[in-house]
């Protein structure tokens, strides 16, 4: 048990400290904002006020999380032991700085709240990061610095039942086309087969064709391939399927298809399926409802879990609709052009909504990187990725972070000249990861 007194209990302490102090360092917490109590609690004890006191670990708190307003932060920043520490506290804290505002400044992504240049879809760019302006981007520093704070209360109270979380891995796909040729209807096929001769593209005229007759798989249909790779490293996989209307970025099946229906059944028998709110779906709640509600038809069970198409999260709207929707575990929590830790988290998390300064029920699962980012963003080879790719698996093990790279199913099949070779480091990914 460790006593943490506060002057004032607010939500945005009470939140922050049981992050830190609970989920990722395994304590049993108890407030206080009695300091007769606190004085003569016999406890392990940390004070978060302006004010040390005669015992307990202090801990020089910042004004953050006791404000109500959100403005524009610019805290002061110093790298020690190769580590960014913001929101500096005074020489008589036992810490540099103040873990529990900075925490929170990451996690609840405060500055996507502020006014920001957004890129052409309409997302927070990780070139807007406070993370990545100062090159940390690859760093989990929210439990770098849980680690940290108890390393320091340890030093005061070596007793004390400091436990990290467990490493974990989950695999994540997702299918935003479910096949290459198959179940476009024929005034689909018909522009495709146009769009190929027009382009020259005999080679694709063909593969299309062969497709269609039955004399080779659909390109895209890899979940064969897939689920070998599952039962040989026993390891969960969730499949994030787009299930919406067509649109210039949402191009899989129709809604309709029955092809696409029997396509999701099959992966459920053996794979949970989440939804995969289209890239129109921020444009209001009736949308996701419309794309839940018909993949929960198709699938006949409830759905509990998404991951937004291009990745576009708009705050708090987007986590505001999920929650009404009683989607209770959010996969978005990452940037499409950097790999790195959007949230500077490697752990699970729950929602804060800034706006109405509250703990929501949705659980926010980080991802590291998409293999898109390394293709289409960072342009790197497979052979330049891997070793980055390496050291994320590593960095996730070292913190007992949940491992959820993203993968697209279109990808396995290697049909692209950038996509080939990526089976190789996904098998890599695989056996580093299990």
Not at 197 to 212: A, E, G, M, P, Y
Not at 374 to 383: A, D, P, Q, R, V
Request: a neutral charge.
């Amino acid at each position: 048990m460790l006593l943490v007194y506060t002057e004032k209990l607010s939500p945005r302490f009470k939140y922050t400290a049981r992050l830190l102090l609970n989920q990722l360092l395994g304590l049993e917490v108890r407030f206080t904002t009695q300091v007769d109590e606190f004085v003569q609690a016999t406890l392990p004890k940390l004070n978060y006020s302006k004010n040390p006191m005669q015992s307990g670990l202090f801990v020089q708190s910042a004004n953050l999380l006791f404000e109500t307003d959100i403005f524009e932060q610019n805290p002061q920043v110093i790298v020690e032991d190769d580590l960014l520490l913001f929101f500096l506290a005074g020489k008589n804290s036992s810490m540099r700085f103040d873990p529990f505002a900075a925490s929170f400044f990451l996690v609840t992504r405060y500055e996507e709240y502020m006014p920001f240049i957004a890129d052409s879809h309409g997302r927070f760019s990780a070139a807007e990061s406070f993370m990545y302006k100062h090159k940390t981007l690859h760093k989990p520093l929210v439990n770098a610095y849980a680690r940290l704070l108890g390393t320091v209360l340890l030093q005061l109270y070596p007793g004390l039942p400091v436990k990290a979380p467990s490493y974990r891995f989950i695999n994540s796909v997702d299918i935003d086309n479910a096949y290459a040729y198959k179940g476009k209807g024929l005034v689909r096929t018909v522009g495709a087969y146009g769009n190929d001769l027009v382009k020259l593209k005999f080679r694709k005229t063909l593969d299309r064709s062969k497709t269609l007759v039955g004399l080779r798989l659909d390109p895209f249909d890899t979940f064969d391939y897939q689920l070998q790779m599952q039962e040989k490293h026993g390891y969960h996989s969730i499949y994030f399927a787009l299930f919406a209307r067509l649109g210039q970025f949402d191009r899989s099946l129709s809604l309709h298809s029955a092809r696409l229906h029997r396509f999701l059944k099959s992966v459920n028998d053996f794979c949970d399926v989440g939804i995969h709110p289209s890239y129109r779906s921020n444009s209001g709640i009736n949308i996701v409802e419309e794309e839940l509600h018909g993949l929960e038809g198709v699938l006949n069970h409830s759905i509990h879990q998404s991951r937004q198409h291009f990745l576009k999260l708009k705050f708090p709207e987007t986590y505001r609709n999920l929650i009404a929707l009683e989607i209770t575990d959010d996969y978005s929590m990452g940037f499409a052009a950097e790999s790195g830790f959007r949230a500077g988290i490697c752990t699970p998390f729950r929602f804060y909504d800034l706006e109405y300064e509250t703990e929501t029920p949705l659980t926010v699962h980080p991802f590291p990187f998409m293999d898109g980012t390394y293709m289409y963003y960072k342009e790197m080879g497979w052979e330049e990725a891997m070793p980055e790719i390496e050291s994320y698996v590593k960095t996730y093990k070292e913190f007992g972070g949940e491992f959820i790279p993203i993968w697209h199913n279109r990808i396995f099949s290697e049909k692209e000249p950038e996509w080939k070779g990526f089976r190789a480091v996904f098998e890599k990914t695989i056996q580093l990861a299990t």
